[in-house]
Nanobody, 125 residues
Framework: QVQVVESGGGLVQAGGSLRLSCTAS????????MGWFRQAPGKERQGVAC????????FYPDSVKGRFSISRDNTKNTLYLQMHNLNPEDTAMYYC??????????????????WGQGTQVTVSS
């Protein structure tokens, strides 16, 4: 049974940092591209970072480029999202997902993939 579990969310002041983790089990983690997505109340889901199976390719939308960094440790079946210089607009539920579209100019949600339950990130002004 596949399980995807996010952790590391919380409340942080504007300008602060957080590191999210996502651990996947029940699947060959090293075979999958992985991605982080977020959704704020009343807003569409947005991809914020993705990484290929080896970690050799990453993509970030302009909204987070230079502030967020995605990485993975295939020996631990774990995906990370390091977030710096957070602002209130980053407040959302953050999800990780397997097998997103992770291109050079675009990332998208997987057509078939596994999602975690999410971890809440709240940035106060």
């Amino acid at each position: 049974q596949v399980q995807v579990v996010e952790s590391g969310g919380g409340l942080v002041q504007a300008g602060g940092s957080l590191r999210l983790s996502c651990t996947a089990s029940g699947l060959p983690f090293e075979d999958y591209a992985m991605g982080w997505f977020r959704q704020a109340p009343g807003k569409e889901r947005q991809g914020v970072a993705c990484i290929n199976w080896s970690g050799g390719h990453t993509f970030y939308p302009d909204s987070v480029k230079g502030r967020f960094s995605i990485s993975r440790d295939n020996t631990k079946n774990t995906l990370y999202l390091q977030m710096h210089n957070l602002n209130p607009e980053d407040t959302a539920m953050y999800y990780c997902a397997t097998d997103p579209t992770c291109g050079y100019t675009y990332m998208g949600a997987p057509s078939k993939g596994y999602w975690g339950q999410g971890t809440q990130v709240t940035v106060s002004s």
